[in-house]
């Protein structure tokens, strides 16, 4: 079965000071990963994704995610952290093959606050 | 482009009311979704389509129903509202040529979600 593990309800760092969201995940076969961002009363909107090649994948707004496939895991990193970056954030993974047809599969989302 | 959008933002339905979310988008996209968001759930997908009259079902597909005779238009129905489908609905699209094959990996664009609350 397919799923994602989001240990962190929520995630509280001062401004300037790096941040690190967390994303575990389970997967049938090679996972295509996602970071997605809420702000409130909006949409989602893509930051960043993982699908093959170098671990360390840079995304908008200077967020960046490394892909570690012993420990499956995707965690969302940014070395300065803004007080606007303070929104829900969501990880998402979907397998590479099977019958899910580019379902994506959520994890429950970790509330950032950056305080200034 | 506008993108995904949806309409209406905001509905309030009394139980037993049915209804239709609408969702259209302009990218050209094959793939396209319902997803609703429960607080401190995630998103847990209702239904899917991967073109023009094919829909599938998602997680969650109980109390709704879904077409797609174009391309650009996703509707969600709601039969016989429950207060169990009080949520935040949102529908998103993607595009892929990988039909038959798992869909790729593009993201998916979202639209700004309607807030549902049946009484």
């Known amino acids: 079965a397919q799923s994602v593990a989001q240990p962190e309800d929520q995630v509280n760092v001062a401004e300037g000071n790096p941040l690190t969201v967390k994303c575990t995940y389970s997967?049938?076969?090679?996972?295509?990963l996602f970071w997605y961002v809420q702000y409130p009363n909006r949409g989602l909107q893509f930051l960043l994704k993982?699908?093959?090649?170098?671990?360390l994948v840079k995304g908008s707004y200077g967020f960046e995610a490394e892909f570690n496939k012993s420990q499956t895991s995707f965690h969302l990193k940014k070395p300065s952290a803004l007080v606007s970056d303070s929104a829900l954030y969501f990880c998402a993974v979907r397998p590479d093959r099977g019958s899910t047809l580019g379902r994506l599969y959520f994890g429950r989302g970790t509330q950032l606050t950056v305080w200034p | 482009n506008a993108g995904v959008t949806q309409t209406p933002k905001f509905r309030i339905l009394k139980i037993g009311q049915s209804m239709t979310l609408q969702c259209a988008q302009d990218m050209n996209h094959n793939y396209m979704y319902w997803y609703r968001q429960d607080p401190g759930m995630g998103l847990k997908l209702i239904y899917y389509?991967?073109?023009?009259?094919?829909?599938d079902k998602g997680e969650v597909p109980n109390g709704y129903n879904v077409s797609r005779s174009t391309t650009e238009y996703f509707p969600l129905r709601l039969e016989l509202a429950a207060p169990s489908q009080t949520s935040v609905y949102f529908c998103a699209s993607s595009y892929s040529v990988f039909v038959t094959s798992g869909g790729g990996y593009n993201e998916q664009f979202f639209g700004p979600g309607t807030r549902l609350t049946v009484l």
């Open positions: 997967v049938s076969g090679n996972p295509y």
């Open positions: 993982y699908i093959t090649g170098d671990n």
């Open positions: 389509s991967v073109g023009a009259g094919i829909t």
